[in-house]
Nanobody, 130 residues
């Protein structure tokens, strides 16, 4: 699958942005999806993740209550709604995908570490000014 992330930009603290990640291919529906971010000089960390069917989500403590991950499999798209943005949210945001090969017989899973994902988008920069 190929991933294209967009929606980043410059926003003032307290503002909102919605990131989108569009995937190619007919099997997008069966991919576990995640959003990660990487600030300059820091590691890439999980922000949020969602099961292939959208039934379960994970949000990092630092964004819980402010960010929401969702997906629309009919549009091959996963979203990250970001509200109440803070300067410390400034980073390059990446979407990632991992195919759940056993989706027909196993319960949907979440992936929360970068090493579990096989496919990555190009990243979109979010800058939050104070």
């Amino acid at each position: 699958v190929q991933l294209q992330a967009y929606g980043g930009g410059l926003v003032q603290a307290g503002g909102s942005l919605r990131l989108s990640c569009v995937g190619s291919g007919r099997t997008f529906s069966y991919y576990v999806m995640g959003w990660f971010r990487q600030a300059p000089g820091k590691e890439r960390n999980i922000v949020a993740a969602i099961t292939w069917n959208g039934g379960s989500t994970y949000h990092a403590d630092s964004v819980k209550g402010r960010f929401t991950i969702s997906r629309d499999n009919a549009k091959n798209t996963v979203y990250l709604q970001m509200n109440s943005l803070k300067p410390e949210d400034t980073a390059v945001y990446y979407c990632a995908a991992d195919f759940q090969a056993d989706f027909q017989k196993a319960r949907p899973v979440l992936r929360t570490t970068a090493s579990e994902y096989d496919y990555w988008g190009q990243g979109t920069l979010v800058t939050v000014s104070s």
